[in-house]
């Protein structure tokens, strides 16, 4: 007698809810829930905002200095907040038994986790850009320089989340945290930083950004690309 | 009759690598040695003065391996670890983390030399070009890696989990190789290229090159001490790891 397959028993069917629909239901899930828990989100901005605000303090109040500064220091402090944001990424999930589900679905996971990744970046990196403009007046920049920060963060924050949501599904559960997220992100993260802060500098001395915005921007195309897949195959490892 | 696999996977038992390891070590050892002794002569006797810099060039004989050693270290660290992940062998995962403090070293080693010999060639122990700065991230990913497989309790998902980072990782290793033909960047570009003909003087060169599969050896013989002393702690549940314990 030949083996059953499952194939024979039953009539291959098809999702009931489409890819797309799968991935914008836990897109707006996401957003929903950092709406509700507005104190983490809030939270991480706060912090961007110091960490901004002490380094005219430790450094002094020279503005020659600080308009030389100031595009580094905002890059630097935006990308240690998200850090500090992307542990609650998995976390919350991870614990009440959602990620598992996630895992099981039938639809591929990368494309969820993209989802996701969405979700964060607008609670997270879109914030810090959009508040970038209040702490370039700190630092007494042009609004013209300013915008370039703007723009460089907005094309920058993205591939933050990307690569640190590799970083968050690598390490999810673990005892280690956020420091340990930040140790395993923040080289991969460098290339942004360089480009990013050096776009407003070259802006700055009177060179042209076109450089530095186009290579953000191809950094953002490969991490859309490769960064997701990635997160799926970590997920899979620390799910096991 | 013996299905061809076999040979393919013999030695990916440890019960079978272990012994083997050990035989290989004092070659290696020997090897390192021997040509370490060859390339020092070639290097600090034979080759001569350089032109600008004098005698200060000759730590290039420690410092062009240590880099070269720790960037091929981490391309096979990062190539067992993609071993472990797609034929999920437990042997090849250790020979990752075995390789990963050896690159450590190397790199730390090639980021100290280069600064005692930027002092008095460039005034600086330190510039932030993109040649040292992405050396200093490679050794900042080694330590990832470390530090990731540290802190997983499990220790095959500390495997997979380290591995992944590792081949996440490996992008960095052709951007420190050409990061002096990319940037604008005080480190010399490349003497030594796959393309064209070598434009450092011979006998400089030929020290470099022993000194180079000198460090090769080394790392190697190190690596196979290393990954022994793994087998034996995670295999330690296992006859053969008991056995030579026993007897060792």
Same mark, same amino acid.
């Given at each position: 007698?030949?083996?059953?397959?499952?194939?024979?028993?039953?009539?291959?069917?098809?999702?009931?809810? /489409?890819?797309?629909?799968?991935?914008?239901? %836990?897109?707006?899930?996401?957003?929903?829930?950092?709406?509700?828990?507005?104190?983490?989100?809030?939270?991480?901005?706060?912090?961007?905002?110091?960490?901004?605000?002490? $380094?005219?303090?430790?450094?002094?109040?020279?503005?020659?200095?600080?308009? *030389?500064?100031?595009?580094?220091?905002?890059?630097?402090?935006?990308?240690?907040?998200?850090?500090?944001?992307?542990?609650?990424?998995?976390?919350?999930?991870?614990?009440?038994?959602?990620?598992?589900?996630?895992?099981?679905?039938?639809?591929?996971?990368?494309?969820?986790?993209?989802?996701?990744?969405?979700?964060?970046?607008?609670?997270?990196?879109?914030?810090?850009?959009?508040?970038?403009?209040?702490?370039?007046?700190?630092?007494?920049?042009?609004?013209?320089?300013?915008?370039?920060?703007?723009?460089?963060?907005?094309?920058?924050?993205?591939?933050?989340?990307?690569?640190?949501?590799?970083?968050?599904?690598?390490?999810?559960?673990?005892?280690?945290?956020?420091?340990?997220?930040?140790?395993?992100?923040?080289?991969?993260?460098?290339?942004?930083?360089?480009?990013?802060?050096?776009?407003?500098?070259?802006?700055?001395?009177?060179?042209?950004?076109?450089?530095?915005?186009?290579?953000?921007?191809?950094?953002?195309?490969?991490?859309?690309?490769?960064?997701?897949?990635?997160?799926?195959?970590?997920?899979?490892?620390?799910?096991? | 009759?013996?299905?061809?696999?076999?040979?393919?996977?013999?030695?990916?038992?440890?019960?079978?690598?272990?012994?083997?390891?050990?035989?290989?070590?004092?070659?290696?050892?020997?090897?390192?040695?021997?040509?370490?002794?060859?390339?020092?002569?070639?290097?600090?006797?034979?080759?001569?003065?350089?032109?600008?810099?004098?005698?200060?060039?000759? %730590?290039? $004989?420690?410092?062009?391996?240590?880099?070269?050693?720790?960037?091929?270290?981490?391309?096979?660290?990062?190539?067992?670890?993609?071993?472990?992940?797609?034929?999920?062998?437990?042997?090849?995962?250790?020979?990752?983390?075995?390789?990963?403090? *050896?690159?450590?070293?190397?790199?730390?080693?090639?980021?100290?030399?280069?600064?005692?010999?930027?002092?008095?060639?460039?005034?600086?122990?330190?510039?932030?070009?993109? =040649?040292? *700065? /992405?050396?200093?991230?490679?050794? $900042?990913?080694?330590?990832?890696?470390?530090?990731?497989?540290?802190? %997983?309790?499990?220790? =095959?998902?500390?495997?997979?989990?380290?591995?992944?980072?590792?081949?996440?990782?490996?992008?960095?290793?052709? %951007?420190?190789?050409? /990061?002096?033909?990319?940037?604008?960047?005080?480190?010399?570009?490349?003497?030594?290229?796959?393309?064209?003909?070598?434009?450092?003087?011979?006998?400089?060169?030929?020290?470099?090159?022993?000194?180079?599969?000198?460090?090769?050896?080394?790392?190697?013989?190190?690596?196979?001490?290393?990954?022994?002393?793994?087998?034996?702690?995670?295999?330690?549940?296992?006859?053969?790891?008991?056995?030579?314990? =026993?007897?060792?």
């Amino acid at each position: 007698m030949s083996p059953v397959t499952p194939s024979a028993m039953a009539p291959a069917m098809s999702p009931p809810v /489409s890819l797309l629909a799968a991935v914008r239901c %836990i897109f707006v899930r996401d957003l929903r829930l950092a709406l509700r828990r507005q104190a983490d989100t809030l939270a991480a901005m706060v912090f961007f905002v110091m960490v901004v605000s002490l $380094f005219p303090l430790g450094i002094g109040p020279e503005s020659a200095l600080l308009r *030389t500064m100031a595009p580094g220091v905002v890059w630097v402090a935006a990308l240690l907040s998200s850090m500090l944001s992307l542990t609650r990424l998995f976390a919350d999930d991870h614990q009440d038994g959602t990620l598992e589900q996630l895992l099981l679905s039938a639809h591929p996971l990368a494309f969820l986790a993209l989802g996701k990744i969405a979700a964060h970046w607008m609670g997270s990196g879109l914030l810090l850009a959009l508040v970038a403009p209040l702490l370039a007046l700190q630092f007494d920049l042009t609004p013209a320089a300013c915008g370039v920060l703007v723009l460089s963060l907005l094309l920058g924050t993205p591939v933050l989340s990307l690569l640190g949501a590799i970083g968050a599904a690598l390490t999810v559960g673990l005892r280690g945290g956020s420091v340990l997220l930040s140790l395993l992100v923040l080289p991969l993260a460098v290339p942004v930083l360089v480009f990013g802060a050096g776009a407003v500098e070259a802006y700055n001395a009177g060179l042209g950004i076109s450089a530095h915005l186009s290579l953000l921007g191809a950094l953002l195309v490969l991490a859309l690309a490769a960064a997701p897949v990635v997160v799926a195959a970590a997920l899979r490892i620390a799910l096991e | 009759m013996r299905p061809a696999v076999n040979n393919w996977f013999h030695f990916a038992a440890a019960s079978r690598f272990y012994p083997l390891a050990g035989r290989l070590i004092p070659w290696f050892y020997g090897a390192a040695a021997l040509l370490g002794a060859l390339g020092l002569y070639l290097g600090l006797w034979l080759a001569p003065t350089d032109a600008q810099q004098g005698e200060a060039y000759r %730590i290039i $004989f420690v410092h062009v391996p240590a880099a070269w050693m720790s960037m091929v270290v981490y391309l096979a660290m990062a190539a067992w670890a993609g071993v472990g992940l797609v034929f999920n062998s437990r042997l090849s995962s250790m020979m990752a983390c075995a390789l990963a403090p *050896t690159g450590a070293s190397m790199t730390f080693l090639a980021l100290w030399t280069g600064a005692l010999w930027g002092k008095p060639t460039w005034g600086a122990w330190w510039v932030w070009d993109a =040649r040292l *700065t /992405s050396e200093l991230l490679l050794l $900042f990913l080694y330590i990832g890696f470390m530090s990731l497989h540290a802190s %997983i309790d499990d220790v =095959r998902r500390a495997d997979r989990a380290a591995g992944l980072l590792a081949l996440v990782g490996v992008v960095n290793v052709p %951007i420190i190789y050409f /990061s002096v033909k990319w940037w604008n960047t005080l480190h010399q570009g490349a003497s030594v290229s796959f393309t064209k003909a070598p434009s450092i003087a011979t006998p400089m060169l030929m020290g470099m090159l022993v000194m180079a599969l000198a460090f090769w050896a080394y790392c190697i013989a190190v690596a196979l001490v290393r990954v022994r002393a793994l087998m034996l702690e995670r295999e330690q549940h296992t006859a053969w790891a008991r056995e030579t314990a =026993r007897s060792a």
